[in-house]
């Protein structure tokens, strides 16, 4: 079976402080995709960064960087200058290309909360 | 192209009473998924669904849960005789094809609370 973990259950940052949430992963699936998604205060989840079981480098996408270790299984996003707007529920996700490929596994989220 | 439209967005019934969301898929995906959220909570797969067909339905609970993807029209999750443990948010996602790597769009959620 797949299993997402985020040991972090909220965690405070300055502002414009760099933040990495972690998020570690099980799976004997040969591919799979890992997936972080936020989740503001207004409920909807919004997709930030994707990153490919064999992809040689690690996914970015403007100051979000997804810091992909395979022989630990770990995912873990990396959020650089951090904004207030940042402030939301962040939930790891995963989907294997044999089991479940029809379904995305979470995690238990991470609240991150911006100090101004 | 208009995003995964989910309503209603609050929905609030009484014990015993019948809950129906509706979910439109973004235009050209034919691939529907139904996601429950308890309250401080991930994400819990549900159900999938292609036209007309449910694909996988592992994680629907066996009694009162039903879901469908009709050709025309959205998918609908039906909640039958709804108990105060239903009450959580209710995503739908979708996608225009299945695989490790496919993003699945999700909508805006519907937020059941039962009284």
């Known amino acids: 079976a797949q299993k997402i973990t985020q040991t972090q259950p909220g965690m405070f940052v300055q502002e414009k402080e760099a933040v990495t949430l972690d998020c570690t992963y099980d799976?004997?699936?040969?591919?799979?995709?890992l997936f972080w998604y936020k989740q503001p205060s207004s409920g909807e989840m919004i997709f930030l960064i994707y990153?490919?079981?064999?992809?040689?480098q690690n996914a970015t996408e403007g100051r979000y960087s997804l810091n992909f270790q395979k022989a630990r299984k770990s995912a873990n996003l990396v959020i650089s200058a951090s904004q207030l707007g940042d402030s939301a529920m962040y939930f790891c996700?995963?989907?294997?290309?044999?089991?479940?490929?029809?379904?995305?596994?979470f995690g238990q989220g991470t609240r991150l909360t911006i100090n101004p | 192209n208009a995003g995964v439209m989910q309503n209603p967005r609050h929905l609030v019934r009484r014990r015993g009473q019948e809950a129906r969301l509706r979910c439109s898929p973004m235009?050209?995906?034919?691939?529907v998924y139904w996601y429950r959220q308890l309250p401080e909570e991930g994400l819990k797969f549900m159900v999938y669904?292609?036209?007309?067909?449910?694909?996988?339905e592992s994680g629907m609970p066996k009694e009162r849960f039903s879901a469908e993807f009709p050709k025309e029209g959205p998918s609908i999750l039906r909640i039958q005789q709804v108990v105060r443990g239903d009450s959580a948010a209710y995503f739908c996602?979708?996608?225009?094809?299945?695989?490790?790597?496919?993003?699945?769009?999700f909508g805006q959620g519907t937020r059941l609370t039962v009284v």
């Open positions: 996602a979708s996608s225009p094809q299945t695989g490790a790597g496919t993003e699945a769009f």
């Open positions: 996700a995963m989907r294997g290309i044999i089991q479940g490929a029809q379904k995305l596994v």
């Open positions: 235009k050209g995906h034919s691939h």
């Open positions: 669904l292609q036209k007309e067909n449910i694909i996988d």
């Open positions: 799976t004997s699936d040969p591919s799979y995709g």
């Open positions: 990153q490919g079981s064999y992809d040689q």
